[in-house]
Every structure is written in C-alpha cells, then in structure tokens.
C-alpha cells in the first residue's frame, strides 16, 4: 500500500553522481534534491549501481524517497540509445555480466580517445584519470574535463561541442548491447525499463516505430518524454505512439552536477507512474526516508 508522504514533493528520475559523470558523491546529490526541494530523486550512474549504497544512507537522512536505477548503455548500428532502468537485482548475473563488458569497452574506449587526442593537445590518460573518482564509470564527460583542466576547452559542453564531436575524428565507439537486449535482461532482473531522452534525434531516426513496438512487445514500460534535450517534432510524435502502445511517460533533469547545465526538478514524472515504475519493480525497493 503507497502510503502519501512517500511521494510528497516533486519527483525526478534521472540523475547522476561521481560514480559515472557527475561532480557530485551520491551522498551530496541527494542532499542537493533535497535543497531543491524534490520528493523522490532516482539514482541512474551510466552501467553502475556502485553508488546505491551511499546514497540509500543519504536518503534515510534527508527523509527523501530514493529509486535505485542505471542508465545503461545500448546500442543501435553507431547511434547511442540510454536505457534507464530502475529497481532491478543489482546482483543479477546476466546483468552484472553485460554492465561489468560495457564498463570494461568504456574504458578501453576513453584510453584510445585520449590516445589520439593526445596526438594534438597536451593531454594524458593520468589528466582524465585526475578528473574521475575512483571506481566511477570513465566515460567522454572525464575527458571533458580534462580537456578543461588543461586549458583546452571553457567547460564540459564547449569539450563536446568541439574535440570531442564525432567530426573531430577522436571519437571511437564502445560495445553496447542492442537496446532490446537490454530491455530483456532489465525485465529478467526484475527492473522497469525505460527510454532515456529518445527524442534528441528526428522523427524515425534510431527509435523508429517498427523498433518501439517491437521494444513494447519485449518489455518497454516507458519514454522519457520531458527533458531538455528532446525535440518539439519528435517528441509529439513519440507521445502518440507512446499513447498507442501503452508506454507511460516520465520526466526527469538528467542532473549532473555542475558538469551539465541541467538542474534538478526542471522536468518531473506524475506520482501515479511512480507507483506504477514501483509496482512493476522485483529486483530492488525503494529507499523510504
């Protein structure tokens, strides 16, 4: 039975901490939710759930609802598609096993990066790893900021926005499973998936509706319909089909911290789909504070 003050104050699902990209430990991230005012926050590290811990603790303390997830990481042909995932077995071995190969081709990725962008900037594997916390995700948002650290760029989205855009021929991809792959292994470890931001792109491109309706039949629950980075066009498309295909709808920041401009509670997710994200979850509870 929900009980009321559980879902008490807004609701964002999507936010990340120093265990992948973000500037901030999971413990100061939902303290940060907490000042700004959230009910629930959900914990998505990039293929991690390394921060759970830390940051169940800070919820118990803050009084604030945590939903442990992940944004793992799938892939369509070269197109990067974030699956979020929420309250699965974290212990899952078929899980684990994919989320530990997609860390390790992260990290050999970042290395060859770093390698050729090395060839004309003044950089090295030790300036990233000196930007990463230990243990955390490596990802390009590491190399961002050490791109930034040495003078290189502004901040983390200039980084991107210049060497480290696909045209600057230092981006390599990563292993990542197919998204609906994915979406199998969420459901067998008791988790609710859900699509990241699918509306970055036009309409049909990478999450096309042949390939939604295919994702709904393995499993699909949902779209996260409001983010910032989501095109008005494709959007309103996807609303349709999320309506004909009988996917709910979330909203989230994608918080990160001081490492994006995203902040928290600009976009939020309607109680009732949280209790339906939280009754269709088996492999995990969430954090009650």
């Known amino acids: ?13 999507h936010a990340h901490s120093s265990v992948s990209d973000g500037t901030e430990t999971p413990a100061e991230l939902v303290r940060a939710a907490s000042a700004a005012g959230l009910g ?4 998505t590290d990039h ?9 169940s603790a800070a919820a118990r303390h803050e009084h604030l609802t945590l939903i442990p997830g992940m944004e793992f990481s799938t892939r369509v042909q070269y197109a990067s598609v974030h699956l979020l995932a929420y309250l699965f077995d974290p212990a899952d071995s078929a899980l684990l096993a994919e989320m530990t190969r997609v860390r ?16 004309d900037y003044d950089l090295s594997w030790a300036d990233v790893l000196a930007q990463t916390a230990p243990d955390a995700t490596v990802g390009r948002p590491h190399i961002a900021d050490a791109l ?22 230092y981006f390599q991809p990563h292993y990542a ?32 509706e042949a390939r939604l309706t295919t994702m709904a039949e393995a499993g699909l629950f949902g779209l996260e319909l409001g983010h910032r980075e989501n095109k008005p066009e494709p959007t309103a498309h996807l609303f349709e089909l999320a309506a004909k295909l009988g996917l709910l709808v979330t909203g989230s920041s994608d918080y990160h911290g001081t490492g994006k401009p995203n902040r928290l509670g600009e976009n939020t997710t309607a109680p009732d ?15 009650y504070g």
């Open 1 to 13: 039975m929900v009980v009321a003050r559980q879902f008490q104050g807004p609701v964002d699902l």
């Open 40 to 43: 629930t926050i959900a914990l």
């Open 47 to 55: 293929d991690s759930t390394a921060g759970w811990a830390e940051a």
């Open 104 to 119: 390790a081709a992260r990290l050999s990725r970042a290395e060859q990066m770093v390698a050729r962008i090395g060839v």
């Open 148 to 169: 930034v650290a040495r003078g290189h760029a502004l901040n983390r989205s200039a980084a991107f926005a210049d060497i480290l855009h696909w045209k600057a021929g």
């Open 177 to 208: 499973p197919d998204p609906l792959r994915a979406i199998e292994l969420v459901r067998a470890a008791g988790g609710v998936p859900i699509i990241a931001h699918p509306a970055t792109r036009g309409i049909g491109d990478v999450v096309s």
């Open 273 to 287: 789909v949280l209790e339906r994200i939280i009754a269709e979850g088996r492999g995990s509870t969430p954090v």
